[in-house]
């Protein structure tokens, strides 16, 4: 088994793991935020779609390409490695699209250090000031940003006669734990914001939450960038 | 005076039974430790460790280790056997790769060119190796003793091995007559440019066993032929009369040749001069559209400056190297794995083996590859890319010294002359999954069909060699017929052989008549293996005896720049790319099976469907690049603008921590 097969299983079963830990330990503990309430918007159909893309083809860029990885150690071949180029494409494109639409809501402010020194998703309190996005959100954001970048050019560069055989050799690695730390992160993203925080399926999917959601997780939502205001005051 | 009568002293019977059993058990001990002592010289392993080459001026000696001198009478061929393992042990030398094929106990390692039993008359080209490699046969398979072997395949044999199999029985074989075949070292190691290795052809033709090595020098001349002479005749007794004198095989030495010692200078360099293995291992393209040889390159490597020896070595057991990844070898040597094509040119890791492993090893350029992806340094053999005759869309013919004798000139230059070599044809090999050029030929033969007693084999197919064939089916072979739809007394001449299918169900039917059990026979050609149908005709079917013979291809090597690849990802990428879609020719001796082809994907396990879909995307791929890299374009700059916001937004912070100052 390689070091990369290790740190591989490693890493998401250890995510995995915590996030399983988590739920037990904290997520299922907290009061539902309720629902039925007077709904506000959360994500207009343009996010949504991007989101759900994004979704889609990391899903199946993951599958593909741990497939391989974890399955028998080889570098991709086939159809496997059609499919994962031509996901990887639209992949980078919406995450570039993301990164437009969203850098700024993901700006840090500095609320976002209180939530990270309050131990942010981990904290039993109800009372974390965050915006539109908490930091955790927001870290995620960037990070997934520099990691798509690095597995996109780490392929790109690739296809190109500029590199010899060692370079190619770190490319391959660089879009191998590029995508790995991806991967780790993104579940966990996709924990935190589905499943440690009830409801947040419905807001990807309906664009709209609860007052109470948001008052809950998003209690600065609302207001300036970074400005503190209480939520659920966004019209309809 | 009366004598008394001396009383004669009579031994103790037990005395004399005594004295008789310790004699008795001197002499058997003597006779065990002394004997073989004097019986056979102790054996010498002569290696100095110089790299000078050592002056071969040396005493001859005949098979019998008589010593040879020019006005001996009779006077006997001098034979490397007994003048080099003064010095140089024979028995260790016999090891070697080029000696050892009939030795069952040597690992026959990845297949390598057969030689090829072929006959027009009987559409034959049957693959033979004493060698167990995939889809060839083994001599004795197909009735062929080491004698017959010899005659045919010796004209390219370097002596030894079946050459030196003198106790397998066969009636017709004729070597108290004709000699043992023993090793001729100057095959490989003459530096003399007089050495002529056409006189060993010729003598092999005479049946000159014991002669040919000594012919082949301008030592000696040999005249006479040992195959005119009766099955009684003693080479070592000489002539009985005249007329077997005239006709008998003799040697005559170049008496000047011989010091004052009786010494001879034999020009033996330790390495082979490249000129002696292409005698054997050359090969030339032939068909239509092939290049004069005169417009064709040599392997790189030579070209370069290197020998055939610098990579390809061996030790006093002439284990030659073949220097190709797994090599059986390998596991004696470790540090082989630097005489690779990859541990030569890339380094061998994994070896360990000090600095021969780290690549670059006879000054050997470490390739760059840019561009290529890792992939393809696992998936594939670097003679894919390097290796054999540039791909076309379909393979080409190819003729060797060891199968068409291509140093002679004659009729069996044919370009469509037996065996059909043709290549590359892209193989994916079973052991490591790798997709590497192959030389392939498909073979033709009759054969006996068995039931076969494993439960897994539908049939046993048991080959029949050309002579035999022949004898048994004589007229049908001979007789003229009539091809189907042609008018009255034409004959059908559309084939060398003329092995149409009405002729092929004539010999079939022939063959069955003249069997004793009555048996059933086919005839396999064009990857098919033929036999009677129900209905009067040839019925064809898959049959595993009917899969070609193929070997790797390891030169010649092109330059980096005439690779595959240099052009375009298309070049093995692309809708047509020879690598996966080439057609590999499927040819046949006979009329039946003229014209087929198969894609070369088929020799790969892979989907067309998929190679075609993988090609498309390279349509597109230019496309991909820039939006690739403009959509990288723009995620660098959205990530480098708030880098910058968050590092100018820092400093604005640092600057409020600043001390106020004095109000």
């Not at chain 2, 054996?43 to 001859?60: D, I, M």
């Not at chain 2, 005749?233 to 170049?254: S, T, W």
């Amino acid at each position: 088994m390689s070091l990369f097969q290790i740190l591989s299983i490693l890493g998401i079963g250890g995510c995995v793991g915590v996030a399983l830990l988590h739920y037990v330990l904290i997520a299922r503990r907290q009061p539902h935020p309720g629902h039925g309430e007077r709904r506000v918007r959360r994500y207009n159909l343009w996010e949504r779609l991007i989101h759900v893309v994004l979704a889609v083809t990391f899903l199946v860029l993951a599958v593909t390409g741990f497939w391989a990885s974890i399955g028998w150690d080889g570098p991709m071949s086939g159809y496997n490695l059609m499919i994962h180029t031509t996901c990887g494409a639209v992949f980078a494109v919406c995450v570039a699209v993301s990164l437009l639409t969203w850098a700024a809501d993901h700006a840090l402010a500095r609320h976002d250090s209180r939530w990270l020194a309050r131990g942010g998703g981990f904290s039993t309190r109800g009372d974390l000031p965050a915006g539109r996005f908490s930091a955790c959100d927001k870290i995620y954001f960037w990070l997934a940003g520099l990691l798509t970048l690095a597995a996109l050019l780490s392929m790109l560069l690739s296809m190109i006669t500029l590199l010899g055989t060692d370079g190619q050799h770190l490319m391959y690695h660089v879009h191998r734990y590029s995508t790995l730390v991806l991967v780790i992160l993104t579940l966990w993203h996709g924990y935190a914001t589905s499943v440690a925080k009830r409801g947040g399926v419905g807001a990807i999917l309906s664009g709209r939450v609860s007052r109470s959601w948001a008052r809950r997780y998003h209690p600065l939502w609302g207001g300036g960038r970074g400005e503190p205001q209480q939520a659920g005051t966004q019209p309809d | 005076m009366t004598r008394q009568p001396t009383r004669r002293a009579v031994p103790n019977r037990w005395a004399v039974v005594g004295v008789g059993a310790v004699a008795a058990v001197v002499f058997a001990v003597a006779a065990i430790v002394i004997a073989p002592a004097g019986a056979a010289e102790p054996a010498v392993t002569h290696v100095t460790g110089s790299r000078a080459t050592f002056v071969h001026r040396v005493p001859l000696f005949d098979s019998e280790n008589g010593a040879v001198a020019p006005d001996k009478d009779p006077c006997m061929p001098f034979s490397y056997r007994t003048s080099c393992t003064k010095c140089h042990d024979y028995d260790q030398v016999r090891q070697g790769w080029h000696f050892n094929a009939t030795d069952p106990e040597v690992d026959p390692g990845r297949p390598g060119q057969p030689w090829f039993w072929c006959d027009a008359k009987t559409g034959t080209v049957l693959p033979l190796s004493y060698r167990t490699w995939p889809n060839v046969w083994q001599p004795d398979q197909v009735g062929m003793s080491p004698w017959t072997f010899c005659l045919n395949f010796g004209h390219h044999l370097p002596g030894g091995g079946p050459g030196e199999k003198t106790d397998v029985k066969d009636p017709g074989a004729r070597w108290l007559v004709a000699g043992k075949l023993g090793i001729n070292c100057g095959a490989c190691h003459s530096g003399s440019p007089a050495y002529d290795p056409i006189e060993w052809y010729l003598q092999i033709a005479r049946q000159n066993f014991m002669w040919a090595a000594a012919a082949c020098t301008d030592l000696a001349s040999v005249t006479g032929a040992a195959a005119s002479m009766p099955a009684s005749y003693d080479p070592f007794m000489g002539p009985d009369d005249e007329r077997q004198a005239k006709a008998a095989p003799a040697v005559i030495y170049d008496a000047s040749r011989f010091n004052a010692k009786g010494e001879v200078f034999f020009d033996l360099p330790a390495q082979p001069p490249d000129m002696r293995c292409y005698f054997c291992h050359s090969l030339t393209e032939v068909g239509p559209d092939s290049p004069e040889p005169w417009a064709t390159d040599a392997d790189v490597h030579l070209v370069s400056g290197l020998t055939c020896s610098d990579c390809h070595r061996n030790g006093l057991d002439h284990r030659i190297t073949r220097n190709y990844e797994g090599e059986p070898l390998g596991k004696e040597h470790p540090a082989l794995a630097s005489l690779t094509c990859r541990g030569c040119h890339l380094g061998e890791q994994s070896a360990a083996c000090g600095p021969d492993t780290m690549g670059g090893r006879l000054g050997a350029p470490v390739p760059e590859h840019v561009g290529l992806p890792t992939i393809h340094l696992e998936r594939l053999a670097c003679t894919t890319c390097h290796a054999g005759l540039y791909p076309r869309q379909t393979t080409r013919r190819i003729q060797t010294s060891r199968a068409h004798l291509i140093e002679f000139q004659g009729p069996h230059r044919d370009p469509d002359a037996l065996p059909r070599v043709v290549e590359p044809v892209f193989v994916r090999c079973k052991e490591d999954g790798t997709i590497g050029p192959r030389r392939m030929v498909w073979p033709a033969f009759w054969c006996r069909i068995e039931k076969s007693p494993e439960a897994h084999v539908a049939e046993k197919v048991t080959p029949l060699g050309p002579d035999t064939v022949y004898d048994m089916a004589k007229d049908a072979f001979d007789k003229e017929i009539k091809a189907k739809g042609e008018s009255e007394g034409a004959a059908e001449t559309n084939d060398r052989t003329g092995l149409t299918a009405e002729r092929i169900l004539a010999v079939l039917a022939m063959l069955k008549e003249k069997d004793e059990k009555k048996g059933e026979f086919a005839y396999v050609c064009a990857g098919k293996l033929y036999r009677a149908g129900a209905a009067g005709a040839l019925a064809a079917a898959d049959h595993a005896a009917a899969w070609p013979a193929a070997w790797p291809i390891g030169h010649n090597v092109r330059p980096a720049a005439q690779s595959l690849g240099t052009g375009e990802c298309t070049d093995c990428h692309g809708f047509d790319a020879p690598i996966a879609f080439g057609e590999v020719e499927v040819p046949s001796p006979a009329t039946i099976g003229q014209g087929v082809t198969m894609a070369m994907y088929e020799f790969q396990d892979r989907d067309p469907l998929e190679l075609k879909a993988w090609a498309m995307s390279y349509l597109f791929r230019p496309m991909f690049k820039v939006v690739g890299f403009a959509t990288a374009g723009v995620i660098a700059a959205i990530l480098l603008l708030y880098l910058f916001m968050g590092l100018a937004a820092l400093l604005r912070w640092a600057g409020t921590k600043a001390p106020p100052g004095p109000a």
